[in-house]
């Protein structure tokens, strides 16, 4: 390794660290702060709650990363091109291509932590944290749920569905069981499926079972479409059911197989599973913006602006991976090509905006 490349990443994991402690810090400042009266109501001690922000660490430093990848590179750049730096190593006939390589190593790098973290830890903290929030914090004790199944336990009553899309916010397989105080069932309903319009529920396909005394049987009734009322509104279901990220690559696409062999439509995981691929690549993208906004001339002599331009960058591409991504859980877009889409547009742009850098 050349001493153009190690003098560049070493400046660069200076620079990484000490801006990603920074904003880490505000992070657990702000989260531990706006939530002192909820862990207060919960019951939770101030100890615990620190604890529970400390859990979602490991999220926020993935979701943070490529921001702080691309400030960090406009900034080492910056001040290399303030300095002169960049003029000594090209008067020496090395090429834009060869002055970005270590940006590109250390984007790759960063690429690699960031999916192996998101595979590991992340998928252990999250879960723990997203436990104690509903479990503790909002004290949602009567809904359970493992993956796609949920339980509800309500007054008299035990509730299942076997599936649930958070999108569309319609259920597949439900079961509402009503029973006496001594356990005896009194009536059951069962519906193929269920979508949430104007604030109620509507099943579709329903089996009514109801007890009748006077028969000691159960008079059966079907429905093509009945309203009923759950008590239970689609961001409750939401936050109960284990989410993506707190499943490793491997287990969701074993989700996925699972869901659709149940005959459901499981797109929503699908863009989630490759969006588990393609969002740590922005390291890389994020890293030859970086590298490319820092070698421009106006950063010699207003690096703020350049490090401005840079997060702006960081910014837009959220915009456009987040519309992206609902395109495909909306089904409008394929799930790979939502996933990848915001990838390959900044990748193009960051090549062009790569060739024509200012020398």
């Not at 691929?277 to 207003?302: D, E, L, W």
């Not at 987040?322 to 889409?341: E, K």
Request: charged content about 20%.
């Amino acid at each position: 390794m050349s001493i153009l490349i190690q003098y560049w990443i070493k400046e660069f994991c200076r620079f990484f660290l000490i801006i990603h402690t920074i904003v880490l810090s505000i992070f657990i400042a702000v989260d531990y702060l706006t939530n002192i009266d909820k862990f207060l109501k919960s019951g939770i001690s101030l100890f615990d709650g620190f604890g529970y922000v400390l859990l979602k660490l490991p999220f926020m430093f993935v979701q943070l990363t490529p921001a702080v990848t691309v400030i960090s590179a406009v900034t080492v750049f910056g001040l290399m091109n303030r300095n002169n730096e960049l003029l000594a190593i090209r008067s020496g006939g090395v090429s834009t291509a060869y002055i970005v390589m270590p940006a590109i190593i250390t984007g790759l790098a960063l690429s690699l932590i960031m999916f192996s973290l998101s595979e590991t830890l992340v998928t252990v903290t999250m879960s723990k944290a997203n436990h104690i929030k509903y479990s503790v914090i909002k004290k949602n004790r009567n809904l359970h749920a493992v993956r796609e199944n949920i339980w509800i336990k309500g007054d008299g009553s035990i509730s299942h569905f076997k599936y649930f899309n958070p999108v569309d916010r319609t259920i597949a397989g439900v079961t509402i069981t009503f029973l006496d105080r001594d356990f005896k069932m009194l009536k059951r309903v069962d519906a193929q499926t269920g979508e949430f319009k104007e604030n109620r529920w509507i099943l579709k396909g329903v089996l009514e079972q109801i007890f009748d005394k006077n028969i000691q049987d159960f008079a059966i009734k079907e429905y093509e479409e009945m309203e009923f009322d759950l008590n239970l509104a689609p961001d409750d279901l939401k936050a109960v059911v284990k989410k993506a990220e707190e499943m490793d690559f491997f287990e969701l696409a074993a989700h996925i197989k699972k869901v659709e062999a149940e005959g459901y439509d499981a797109t929503t995981y699908k863009v989630d599973l490759f969006g588990k691929s393609a969002f740590p690549f922005i390291c890389v993208i994020m890293a030859i913006i970086g590298a490319a906004t820092g070698m421009r001339r106006f950063v010699k002599s207003n690096l703020a602006f350049g490090i401005v331009v840079g997060v702006g960058v960081s910014f837009f591409y959220w915009i456009v991976h987040g519309f992206s991504t609902s395109l495909g859980y909306a089904r409008i877009l394929p799930p790979f090509v939502s996933a990848w889409a915001a990838n390959l547009i900044f990748l193009s742009v960051a090549i062009i905006y790569l060739i024509n850098t200012q020398e």
